[in-house]
Nanobody, 115 residues
């Protein structure tokens, strides 16, 4: 069982930045992949970014380079740096990791972008 604890959410004005963190109970270096997803009010969950063990990564096309996923193996932490935030980025952001063949999700952190 991998435990995930997300932090870093909050309220920010449009154009601002936030960095989300996801600290894992398992070594980040041992994970097959780490990812961030989000669910906006009344919308389906969408994958924001994924970083795989081989270093490859993918992002939601609509983000246009505003978000960056990274990991710190020494701190067992995954980050999502978000800049140029827009009101449509308002959502609950979830960290997801895959260890072996099992996926684990965090409880989410709220991000609200005011116009």
């Amino acid at each position: 069982q991998v435990q995930l604890v997300e932090s870093g959410g909050g309220v920010v004005q449009a154009g601002g930045s936030l960095r989300l963190s996801c600290t894992t109970s398992e070594s980040v270096a041992s994970l097959r992949s780490v990812a961030w997803s989000r669910q906006a009010p009344l919308k389906e969950t969408e994958l924001v970014a994924v970083l795989r063990a081989d270093g490859t990564m993918n992002y939601l096309d609509s983000l246009k380079g505003r978000f960056t996923i990274s990991r710190d193996n020494a701190k067992n932490t995954v980050y999502l740096q978000m800049s140029g935030l827009k009101p449509e980025d308002t959502a609950v952001y979830y960290c997801k990791v895959v260890h072996g063949t099992t996926a684990y999700w965090g409880r989410g952190t709220h991000v609200t972008v005011s116009s």
